[in-house]
């Protein structure tokens, strides 16, 4: 391939050509616009919680995990400085309650989607250390069995906001 013009003009011709190729190839494996981490196949998609919570209280979160690769991954464990501990769980319904089940870890087939969703799964911040309030970002680390650990920061939302179902 040659190129006309000056060697800067070849530079930058090439350089805007592997910008195009790397963008295709990336909007191939890109599982939504805005995916707050991706490693290894495995992706974090816009994690989120609504309202707040009190000093020692408990905050639902949620979010959308995916896995593009052709080997299963693992979530092994949530994270943040923010909370005595937080843990996933499963929302059971029986004869009308509707009764948690903590999990220990996830699995995330090979080119699935996972959502933590109201009503079906969530993430739940136990003791709060200080008071989280809508505009607020959470820090969490997501940590993976093959992807490792990725650090996102959850956005908190005012009540009213409108659901995630694009996310799903």
Do not use: C
Not at 67 to 78: A, K
Not at 90 to 107: I, K, M, S, Y
């Amino acid at each position: 391939m040659t190129f006309e013009g000056s060697p800067g003009a070849a530079l930058a011709r090439g350089a805007i050509v592997m910008l195009l190729v790397g963008s295709a190839i990336y909007g191939l494996r890109q599982i939504h616009p805005e995916p707050v981490a991706a490693r290894e196949g495995t992706a974090v998609v816009h994690p989120w919680a609504k309202g707040g919570v009190r000093a020692g209280g408990q905050l639902p979160m949620y979010v959308v995990l995916a896995n593009t690769s052709v080997t299963p991954e693992r979530l092994l464990s949530v994270t943040s400085p923010l909370a005595e501990r937080v843990v996933m769980k499963r929302l059971v319904r029986e004869q009308g309650l509707v009764r948690p089940n903590e999990l220990a870890d996830l699995p995330l087939a090979p080119g699935s989607r996972l959502a933590f969703r109201p009503g079906e799964r969530q993430i739940t911040l136990i003791g709060a250390r200080q008071r989280i309030e809508p505009g607020d970002r959470i820090p969490l680390t997501f940590v993976f069995e093959r992807g490792g650990a990725m650090n996102v920061s959850l956005q908190v939302e005012n009540l009213g906001q409108p659901e995630h179902d694009d996310h799903f």
